[in-house]
């Protein structure tokens, strides 16, 4: 009885791509990339939740900031269209400085936020690489 050689990787994959475009009646043609591009990079799972829980921050800054964006565009369209001018008081004043600070923080936050995603997405993509 004769022994069966395991065929190369190579070998299996040609004949996988036969099967595959032989059973189609209108061929496209197919190009594969070179084998360096075809190689598979291993990432720490717990980089990867890292990164998801990086941008899964961001994001959720992301729409408190337009919320409280939209909050203070509300109430300066609402003053500017009133006809009663004396319930622009200090209060209402108030009111907007707060929102104003809310909304510099906020932005602070992103921005070290996003900084923190790019950097973990580096590390992912570059440096893993």
Same mark, same amino acid.
């Given at each position: ?45 717990? %980089? !990867?939740?890292? @990164? ?12 408190? #900031? $337009? *919320? ?23 209060? %209402? !004043?108030?009111? @907007? ?6 909304i ?5 936050? #992103? $921005? *070290? ?13 570059i440096?893993?690489?």
């Amino acid at each position: 009885m004769e022994e069966k050689k395991p065929k190369e990787n190579k070998d299996i994959f040609d004949e996988t791509l036969t099967d595959i475009t032989r059973n189609y009646i209108h061929q496209a043609p197919v190009e594969l990339p070179n084998q360096e591009q075809l190689t598979v990079k291993l990432v720490s799972v717990s %980089l !990867i939740e890292k @990164l998801i829980e990086s941008k899964s921050d961001y994001e959720m800054y992301l729409s408190i #900031l $337009f *919320t409280f964006i939209g909050t203070l565009m509300g109430s300066i369209l609402t003053v500017l269209t009133i006809d009663d001018k004396t319930l622009f008081t200090n209060h %209402l !004043i108030g009111f @907007l400085v707060v929102l104003i600070i809310i909304i510099i923080f906020l932005g602070v936050r #992103l $921005f *070290t936020l996003r900084k923190r995603y790019l950097e973990v997405k580096k590390h992912i993509f570059i440096n893993n690489g």
